[in-house]
């Protein structure tokens, strides 16, 4: 299924926005135990309603409430579940099984331990409060819009949350934390859909580590920090199929896509991964969502062609401006890269977006919202020249 009542080539976004500074200051009082949840959701509104704005002007057609609720990408469900600590990287160190290893790493991938916190399960986890309902319907009043919601994904959580030595006192393994999270998980979406979502964005960008680092085995870094793996790529990557399939498995009338890209928390591109999507698309392809939301704006994500085995079987969410760079992409260089996709997919089948969003980490945005907005600018006037030229043969989305 596709988004209803969106034009050819709809403009969306990854997920994230940067945070205005005040609301950086009431995230950090939050924090600190003096605001309380509904002081600084109140503080949080006026930022979504900023971010929203941008939106709207840019011309974005599925928009989302730029997580400013959220402190990352994954780590906000702390203030929802029970049995989970916020725990910051330097805290972590504690329970770290190599701590020198774990420091290099950082160090090597320009990741600074104070400004990342991990939600760590020390206890059983159970739903306090939904994790993203709030923000849908708080976003629904002000919009008529098609909104995206985005989550992260199962397997994600899972290698985040789980630490030796923390939470095996009430998971023994990962494996019985990872059937818990994907209850919730499949609790929320449905939620989410019966409140009117129309997207629901499943976050992985750990499965690039575990495709292009297979030999880490002790506790690394890629947009969080995990826990030891087997390992072994092939059964890490079954596994998160598996783990996502669990969530989405029959749920119907909302549109659902897996984000996956090379790390989103520095600027410096040796810092990040590299390798093209290829050796994961035999997997990716196997998650029964309807969208593969992946980057391509930058060189490190590799070329298009390798969907050529596959053509046209799902719908991809195109990243066509990279979030960590100053420049604002041509509108026309955007549109090249469009039609070099539609080698590989009907009009209909590509949606247009950033490779990631543009303020992953509270305390560590890839850009200022004016970049971000011209960003979006550029991407809108690209699906307008699109859409002239492919209405014929594609019509509307949906």
Not at 12 to 20: D, F, H
Not at 51 to 65: E, F, M, P, T
Not at 268 to 289: D, F, I, N, R
Request: aromatic content about 8%; hydrophobic content about 40%; proline content about 5%.
């Amino acid at each position: 299924m596709a988004v209803a009542g969106v034009p050819l080539f709809p403009v969306t976004v990854v997920g994230s926005w940067p945070r205005p500074k005040y609301l950086l200051d009431a995230l950090r009082q939050r924090q600190a135990g003096r605001l309380s949840f509904q002081e600084f959701n109140a503080r949080a509104d006026q930022a979504v309603l900023e971010c929203l704005k941008y939106q709207q002007d840019a011309g974005v057609d599925i928009v989302s409430d730029g997580e400013q609720r959220r402190d990352n990408f994954y780590s906000f469900v702390t203030e929802k579940l029970d049995g989970v600590k916020l725990m910051s990287l330097a805290e972590l160190m504690n329970h770290v099984e190599d701590k020198v290893s774990f420091d290099q790493i950082l160090r090597s991938q320009d990741a600074p331990a104070f400004a990342i916190h991990n939600p760590t399960v020390v206890g059983k986890v159970r739903r306090r409060q939904p994790l993203a309902a709030d923000e849908l319907l708080f976003l629904r009043q002000h919009t008529g819009k098609p909104i995206k919601v985005a989550l992260p994904g199962p397997y994600l959580l899972t290698r985040s949350m789980w630490v030796k030595g923390v939470s095996d006192s009430a998971y023994p393994t990962m494996d019985s934390l990872a059937a818990e999270l994907v209850q919730v998980l499949r609790q929320e979406l449905l939620e989410l859909r019966d409140a009117g979502v129309a997207f629901v964005q499943f976050d992985e960008p750990v499965l690039t580590d575990v495709m292009f680092r297979p030999q880490v085995k002790e506790r690394t870094f890629m947009c969080a920090s995990m826990a030891a793996a087997s390992g072994d790529s092939r059964t890490e990557m079954v596994r998160a199929v598996q783990l996502l399939n669990a969530v989405v498995r029959g749920v119907e009338g909302v549109q659902t896509g897996v984000h996956v890209c090379r790390g989103n928390w520095s600027r410096k591109e040796e810092a990040l991964l590299q390798g093209s999507y290829e050796p994961l698309l035999m997997y990716l392809l196997t998650m029964q969502v309807n969208q593969l939301v992946l980057e391509f704006a930058t060189p490190r994500a590799g070329e298009l062609a390798a969907f050529q085995r596959y053509p046209r079987i799902r719908e991809l969410g195109l990243g066509v401006v990279n979030p960590r760079s100053d420049e604002v992409e041509r509108p026309q260089a955007i549109v090249a890269r469009v039609e070099e996709a539609l080698r590989y997919f009907q009009p209909g089948q590509v949606y247009l977006n950033p490779d990631c969003g543009f303020g992953t980490f509270a305390e560590r945005p890839m850009n200022t919202a004016e970049v971000a907005f011209h960003k979006l600018q550029s991407i809108a006037q690209a699906a307008r020249t699109l859409r002239a030229k492919y209405a014929d043969g594609g019509g509307k989305a949906g």
